[in-house]
């Protein structure tokens, strides 16, 4: 599918991905400014460890890319951050600029394979899934710099063991988060956030306030508003703002950069309200005749090729677990703000605590953003949510949305059948479109 190289002038747009790239400068700012950083790898507690005056991390984020270098050999840096891109100096910048967005994925990917191969010169069991191996090869390098690592209690017993093997390295504040939304429950989650609140005062020197606490959680709120934005932008597929590859990117952008607000919550917030304005302006593009294809579960990783795979299909593919999750819900912002993020904590947890609650948020996800296709990314080794497939299979059939299988192990991994398989697949989907 042909790709639109006016869109990846876009200037707030360009400034994300620079962002995304820029975490190894970022961290040694944080240590200039000691600002601890305290790792993260799912998508909560950010706003917690920034209103304590830390600066949180996805180690993932943190790689040698070439974008980066790209950046130190021409001033684009300068010249997008500095000033609008939008005058007769952008087209000078253009193959630049168009590189960076363009190679964003493939950039992010080639660091997961290094990632992969790390965990395993580490030793870290071969046969557990992909996402804590990853999450065990990018986490570990990092450890002198890394403070305090937040862990999560949830439905994955091997996440819990990960964060376990990781605190014989980095130290780990583990917090638990009920499955249930009863009373006692909340209690119990209360009792969680509060000793995870002490902990972060203790690491930074600094108290949680709750107007400080609430400053961050308004930011992130935005934050997920508009992500939430630029996914419904889906239910007019015959408006959309950029082209079915560009869009891609930006999803797949929005999912990695979520986890850590970029580790600048006021930056990111401040730069997708642009994008959004920009994207708002430009809703022209029908995607008439691209089929709109869920991929699900994305959260502990998928082959990074779907998406390309995807454009030179003729498809458009849709990462949406963030919304599927209640992740993009927003927090209340009146009274007090650890109550509130305890409230959103335990409704989020509730939406895929369970398989059947699970796959129904999925498939309610799919009804609401008029997919044409769901993939299922059978993730080899998971033990927690690959199994609710049996389940996904019997209730997506009563849908009429077609559906397909993938495994999933090891990047690159049976490429070539996973590509025939989607060929096949697309055919099917776009006959019925
Ligand atoms: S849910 Fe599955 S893939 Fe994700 S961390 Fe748990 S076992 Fe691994």
Redesign the pocket.
Known sequence: MSIDTEEFLIPSFLNLNLKFFSAQKQIRKFRRHKRPLVGTILPIGAELVFAAGASPIFPLRIGKFEAEKLLRGTRLAKNILGATLVGTGARLLQPQAENIINQFLNEYNKNLCNFESKSDEFKYPPE?????RI?YGSSLPHRDQIKLFLAWG??????SQ?FQTLNNSIPVIFTDIPKSTAPHAREYMLEELQQLVTHLEKLTGNKITDEGLREKIILANNIRANYRKVLYYLKTPEKMPLSPYAYMQLIALLNISFIDFLSAIKYFNKQFLKLIKDLDSRRKIDYEGVPKIMLV?V???SEPDLPQIMNELGGCLIQADNLAYGMLDPIKTEGDMIHNYCDYLVKMHECWSANKILVKSWLDLANELRVDGIIFNK?I??????PSYRLFKDRVRDTGIPFIDVDFNRIGENLAQIKNKLTSFMEIVKKEI
């Open positions: 557990v899934c992909f996402a804590t999450a949830t439905r994955c017993g091997w996440f990960f579960p959260f502990s990783g993730l080794g998971c033990t927690s949510i690959t």
